[in-house]
Each structure stands twice: as C-alpha cells, then as structure tokens.
C-alpha cells in the first residue's frame, strides 16, 4: 500500500520542480553488481570530457529497492539517477513519479530489444534506459556432467535437472550439485521460485486477481524447490543471492546454477555451458525477464544533466567503451539491451554465451495469458506486487531452512497475499 498511497507526493513533486539546471555533479543509486562497478571505472571518461562528477551510491539489491522507492516516492531528492527495473518502470512512469526519457535520434532508440524497450514504457512511452537486460538460463560444469555422465538438454524437465545435480553432487570434495537463490526479496530468491512455480503451471493470481499460493502447483513446485536444494545445494542457500553464488560458482563450488543470464559475463571457470531454462510442463514463464536501467526521479532540479549521462551510459558508444577498455574487454560488455552488441565481431568472439542470452530474452512471455492474467514473468506488474512478494519471500526462506513446512509456509503466504489485495481494494 505504500506505493500507491504515496502517488500524490510524488505528482506534486514534479508539478512544483524548476526548469533542470546545469549540474556540476550528479548522485547515481546503483545495483552493487558487476556491471554497475565496471561503470564506475569507465565513466572516468565521461567526468573527464564533461566536468561533471558522479557520486555514486552502490548498494544490494533489496536494500536499493526499498531505499530508492522511498526517497522517489516521497520527493526525497537524495539521488539524480536511480537504478529500476521493469516492475517499477511502467508503473512509475504512469504515476509521475519519473520522468520520460527522449533522446537523440543517434541514440537509436529502435535498436533496444524490443521486449525490454517494452518492458520500460507506459503508452509508448520510454521511462527507464536499459542499462543491461536479462532473462535467465541453466550455467552448468560441462567437465563435471560429462564425467558423471549426464546431460542437460535446453528446456530439460525439472526432474532430470534433478537427477544430473544428484550425480555431480560432492560435497566431500566442495562441489554442490546445484546452487539456486534462496535469499528473501521479490527479486532475489523470488525471481527464481516463480519461474518454477511458473512452469509447473501455477500463478500468483487468478482471472479475478485472487491469489492462489495455496494451490497444488505452488505446493508441487516449492516442495520441488525445497527438495533440490536441501539434498544438492550448498548449506546456507537461505542466504544466497546472486553476488554470493557467484563467488560459490568462480570458486569452483556448483555444478549448476539457474540464474539471471547476465551471469555468464562473470564467470571465471572453464567447461561452462549453457542451456534453456527448464520446465515442468509448462515452457511458458520458465525463463524471467529483466532489466536494470536508470530513471530520473520526477523534479529532479538536474534532470537535463542526469538524461545526458543516461544517453552515454546506455548507448551503443558506451558498449564500445567497455570493450575497448584495457580493464575489461568484450567479453565484459553489458548485454541484453542493444540487438547491435550481438552483431560485434569481437563481442561474439569473446562471450559463448551470446546465442543463449539472446535467445532466452526473445522467449521469455511477459504479456498476460489465461494461465497468467498479469503482465510480467517473475513478478506481477501491479504497485502491490513488492509488498507481497517480500512476504512470500520471507516465507519461502522459512521454508528451505526447516524453519517452517511448505504447508505452513504457502498458507501463511496465501494468507498475506489476500490480505494486502483486500486492502488495497481489488475485491
């Protein structure tokens, strides 16, 4: 309810702002994550040629989200730049709460993929820039499945995904068969688990938006969860999100890892493959879509100077940039935004994962179904899903501990979910 209550705050914001003035310096809200750190080298350039200094502020995901919607909800005017994703954006927009983004005609607006250039408007509309895009896929230690003598195949059933974790699991000697996000947040571990949920045929809610947590796909699709990561993953998965499994899988500690896409631009270990993201029947949803892009909060007194740095930032010159950079490479570049990074020579040299990247964003299903009658594929596209995707998530880490059963766990969730749709007055 906190974003909805706070759309009046943020509408008179925006009527009050000034004209945007010059800017000597911008404060840039960040994802703390490999792309976003790589920016901040790169961008030396950008002060250099413009005089303007970035102050950036990096942080974990769920405490970005929670702090960057409170201050742009509010007009708290801490930040110049914000770091949103594809929930917030149309939403946001719709609301005022950020302003549209119209750039120059060299910017090329038309060559972002179109599912994220979508997934970024409100009524044709662009409100966030893509910094990188995302859908998500199986990484896997090709040495390791060959030596135990399986196979994972694109869009593999669940089970056999099961079984090839259960075969290279070793924990005696550091490997863990599977290592999945088991951290609370809606775009932590919930990212993951709704996929599943989504491909054993299950939503977050029905036609008449009810929620349906207490359904038997849900109760199939945790119990699966549960079960793979208990008996393969690496203890502690309560606490793992992406950074940290990342660092598990550079260390050479997971065999295979289902994950944001974006990933593969990080990995340092060799015999990596790649492959579609599983399903259990249901291929619709088993892949998420995302992106991480940046948005200027409503009256932004620097908003003319905050728009300039997001056309460089997200251009086709700054891909250029990363690529040539001695630190980094093509390998390196952000991804999942732009169809021209695809056609680099160098860039498809450098990174084996392109094919598969491109191919889980363009199959991932954002639009609304009859089994699914919202926007989004990992998250529902309403202002109350952050709210109720925290909770659930709070439950299903309860539920892989052992703190609470899958039972207990879905109906409390079940029970939290109605709630807040009650309150905020879908039925």
């Not at 990933?263 to 990596?272: I, N, W």
Request: proline content about 5%; charged content about 15%; some cysteine.
């Amino acid at each position: 309810m906190y974003l909805r209550n706070a759309l009046c705050t943020a509408s008179a914001v925006a009527m009050i702002a000034g004209a945007a003035n010059a800017a000597d310096s911008l404060t840039i809200a960040i994802v703390n994550n490999g792309h976003m750190i790589n920016m901040q080298k790169v961008a030396e350039a950008y002060t250099a040629e413009t005089g303007v200094e970035l102050n950036w502020v990096s942080l974990e995901e769920g405490v970005l989200r929670e702090q960057v919607t409170s201050d742009t909800a509010t007009g708290g005017g801490q930040y110049d730049v914000i770091n949103i994703g594809m929930q917030e954006a149309p939403i946001w927009g719709a609301a005022g709460w950020i302003e549209p983004l119209n750039f120059s005609a060299e910017y090329d607006v038309d060559d972002i993929l179109p599912a994220i250039r979508n997934g970024l408007s409100y009524e044709g509309q662009l409100y966030a820039a893509p910094f990188y895009g995302e859908s998500s896929m199986v990484m896997y230690r090709k040495d390791l499945t060959d030596a135990a003598g399986v196979t994972i195949a694109d869009n593999d059933s669940w089970d056999n995904v099961m079984a090839a974790a259960a075969a290279i699991h070793d924990p005696d000697n550091g490997v863990y068969g599977v290592c999945l996000r088991g951290k609370p947040g809606w775009g932590d571990n919930m990212a993951f688990i709704t996929t599943v949920v989504n491909s054993f045929g299950g939503a977050w809610f029905d036609k008449d938006m009810h929620p349906v947590l207490d359904s038997a796909e849900w109760n199939a699709a945790i119990h699966f969860y549960v079960d793979l990561l208990s008996n393969y993953g690496p203890p502690g998965s309560e606490g793992n999100s992406f950074n940290e499994i990342l660092a598990l899988y550079n260390e050479g500690k997971c065999g295979i890892w289902i994950d944001a896409t974006i990933a593969a631009s990080f990995l340092t270990v060799d015999g990596v493959a790649y492959a579609q993201s599983p399903n259990a029947g249901n291929p619709v949803g088993a892949n998420w879509l995302w992106a991480w892009a940046m948005a200027i909060p409503a009256g932004s007194p620097n908003a003319e100077a905050a728009a300039d740095f997001i056309e460089w930032a997200t251009s086709k010159e700054y891909v250029q940039a990363v690529g040539n950079h001695p630190d980094f490479g093509w390998a390196s570049v952000p991804t999942g935004q732009r169809a021209s990074t695809y056609a680099i020579p160098e860039f498809q040299a450098a990174a084996g994962f392109a094919a598969a990247e491109l191919a889980a964003i363009e199959s991932a299903a954002p639009e609304a179904t009859d089994l699914k009658p919202y926007v989004g594929v990992q998250f529902a596209s309403i202002p109350e899903f952050p709210e109720i995707g925290s909770a659930v998530a709070q439950e299903m880490a309860a539920a892989l501990s052992g703190a609470k059963s899958v039972e207990d766990a879905l109906a409390a969730s079940q029970a939290a979910a109605d709630a807040i749709m009650q309150e905020a007055g879908y039925y």
